[in-house]
């Protein structure tokens, strides 16, 4: 069992916790305890406080999916540096045994009996026993399914090379892409409905794979179009109403065409999460059913009949016949949307069309490419009724910065467009703002009586980002403390696939913003996603507000605001946690001083 040489992070916990998991399944333990460990394992990985500082305060059962049980092995694992019955299943089952349920259609038994029966405890043996046909002499394996082994364990070090996992901000046109060119390719009318399903329509910020659902009476030809889209590399799996592929990135792809009558079941299943899909189902099986992706069959119980059939063209109906609230794909991540449903207590989420504008955007006038005009344009053109003009401060080294000299000149710029707005009666706004940089010390880029003379600043942390836990953490407060600062961009300044978070602690920044009213920004290009939905649920828990931006550094950079609405989605957040849903006066009265020019 590796460990770090010093203290786990929520990540290495988290990740020894799906391990033991991984080896209960592979041991057939009773199925209850594996979901227990795999809900642990998901709540941790996601968990915005220090597991010491819970551990410390008794609060580690307080962590959804933590019981006394496993709460009291992770007291042990914090404290002495291990837990003997974690040591004891690592000893069990070898890593490699671990890696190769992985491979696409392996699994724990297949695995198991592979390492039992043969000695094959690693992908590299694997490879070497499929290669050499020694697989085949197990019943149930044989030529195809060494084929099958081997052509799972390549798409699999496809997907290791690119860091297993791609960037919705990736994957989401891309699919959108392969849905398009699809139907663009078919007659009118071949594909009734057809929808992106699994994480993406979850709005996870990271993409493993991609699933496509339709409803087609031509099941074969959407199959065979869509095998041969430009962008397929291979075909791992070509059946009748299933198809597997694998794109040019190793991303895996797949399509499958069901009935009409089964879509709202099958929508619901694909799209998963893996957590919410059980919960459902034992839910359903409490009443007496047992559902799949195809509906709901009576087991003979309750009020349930035997062999009993449901069918459902909508999801919703199918939660309906349950009992409890449709839920939206955003909050099915098994962390108590279930119960809120069944109450029918599900909070009215935030939406794209709730945006009545932007506070953190750039022009020319810094590193951006648009001018004033253009971007303000391009927000009025998305029916923003303001956008705040937020260019970088100098004392940020890369670009060039806007200094109190500038800023002066760049505000007869936005005044001249305000009163073409007024003369033409334009219902809109520009602000100016400018994105202040915290500096190595904690102080700004700007002065205070520059600040004071702007509308809306943004202050974030784009330099020494590996400044140790204490230093950058009490950077960010300091800023977050001064009374010109606004708003908090890009908290964790992580960029996805890129670079890590840095080693701020996200809990003091939060009660920090709380206290002293600062905006919690929700980073909405694709890129970053910072802060994140664990985070911004967080702030929400103490009572922060946010800020949904883009970031925008080009005009078409206003049109990735879906993906920070997809954060908020997840984080359960509303219209009235999202400072700029409000319009343009109310939302002046949210921030700090409540005025349109401070000072």
């Known amino acids: 069992m590796n460990r770090p040489t010093n203290r786990f992070s929520n990540r290495e916990v988290a990740a020894l916790l799906a391990g033991v998991a991984a080896r209960l399944q592979i041991l057939e333990a009773n199925r209850f305890r594996v979901i227990a460990f795999q809900n642990a394992a998901e709540s941790i990985r996601n968990l915005a406080q220090d597991l010491y500082a819970l551990d410390a305060a008794g609060e580690l059962t307080s962590i959804q999916g933590i019981g006394k049980g496993i ?18 299943l690592f000893a069990q089952v070898p890593e490699g045994v671990v890696d190769m349920m992985q491979v696409p259609d392996m699994g724990p038994k297949k695995a198991r009996r592979l390492w039992e029966e043969l000695g094959i405890d690693s992908l590299e043996a694997l490879r070497a026993a499929a290669g050499a046909g020694q697989l085949r002499v197990l019943k149930g394996f044989g030529a195809k399914s060494e084929e099958k082994i081997l ?38 009318g071949a594909v009734e409905r057809i929808e992106v399903a699994g994480s993406l329509r979850r709005w996870k910020e990271t993409v493993g794979d991609v699933d496509i659902l339709c409803v087609s009476t031509q099941p074969q030809r959407v ?106 794909p955003e909050l099915r991540e098994q962390q108590g949307e279930g119960l809120l449903a069944g109450q029918q207590r599900l909070p009215a989420l935030v939406t794209l069309a709730d945006l009545k504008g932007e506070l953190h955007g750039h022009t020319t006038w810094s590193d951006g490419t648009g001018s004033v005009a253009a971007m303000a344009d391009a927000a009025r053109a998305l029916g923003y009724s303001y956008w705040n003009v937020s260019d970088h401060s100098v004392g940020l080294g890369i670009v060039q910065g806007v200094d109190g000299e500038r800023l002066r000149r760049q505000r007869l710029e936005i005044d001249a467009y305000n009163r073409r707005c007024v003369q033409e009666g334009i219902d809109f706004r520009l602000l100016q703002g400018c994105e202040v940089e915290i500096l190595a010390d904690g102080a700004l880029g700007l002065a205070n009586e520059v600040l004071a003379a702007l509308d809306v600043v943004v202050a974030s ?76 649920r967080r702030a929400v828990e103490l009572g922060c507000r946010l800020a949904v931006n883009c970031d925008a550094h080009a005009v078409d950079g206003m049109r990735v605001a879906e993906y ?4 908020a989605r997840r984080a359960g957040l509303t219209a009235a ?8 006066s109310g939302m002046l009265a949210l921030l700090k001083d409540g005025q349109l020019q401070k000072g």
């Open 151 to 188: 052509g799972g364990i390549e798409l699999l070090a496809k997907r290791v090379g690119s860091a297993e996992r791609l960037a919705s901000g990736v994957v989401r046109p891309l699919a959108m892409q392969l849905v398009a060119e699809l139907l663009g390719r078919l007659p009118e």
């Open 577 to 584: 946690d999202v400072v700029n849903t409000r319009p343009l």
């Open 461 to 536: 942390i784009h330099s020494a980002q590996r400044q140790d836990r204490a230093t950058i953490t009490e950077r960010c407060l300091r800023a977050i403390r001064n009374p010109q600062v606004d708003i908090l961009g890009h908290p964790t300044g992580r960029l996805l696939g890129e670079r890590p978070e840095t080693a701020i602690d996200m809990e003091q920044v939060l009660q920090a913003c709380q206290e002293t009213g600062t905006v919690v920004e929700i980073n909405a290009h694709p890129s970053r996603l910072d802060v994140n939905d664990v985070y911004a």
């Open 71 to 88: 709460g009291d092995a992770l007291h042990r694992l914090l404290v002495e540096g291990s837990a003997p019955e974690f040591e004891s």
């Open 564 to 567: 920070g609405i997809g954060v």
């Open 223 to 328: 199959m065979e179009t869509f095998q041969t889209l430009r962008e397929v590399a291979s075909v791992v799996r070509a059946g009748e109403t299933r198809s597997s592929v694998v794109l040019g990135n190793g991303l895996q792809v797949d399509l499958r065409v069901v009935e009409r009558q089964h879509w709202g079941a099958a929508l619901q299943y694909f799209t998963g999460s893996k957590e919410h899909n059980v919960a459902l189902r034992e839910l359903a099986l409490k009443q007496g059913w047992s559902l799949n992706e195809y509906g709901l069959t009576g087991v003979g119980t309750g009020d349930a009949p035997a062999g009993t059939q449901r069918f459902f063209e909508e999801e919703q109906a199918l939660y309906a016949f349950l009992g409890v609230e449709w839920i939206p």
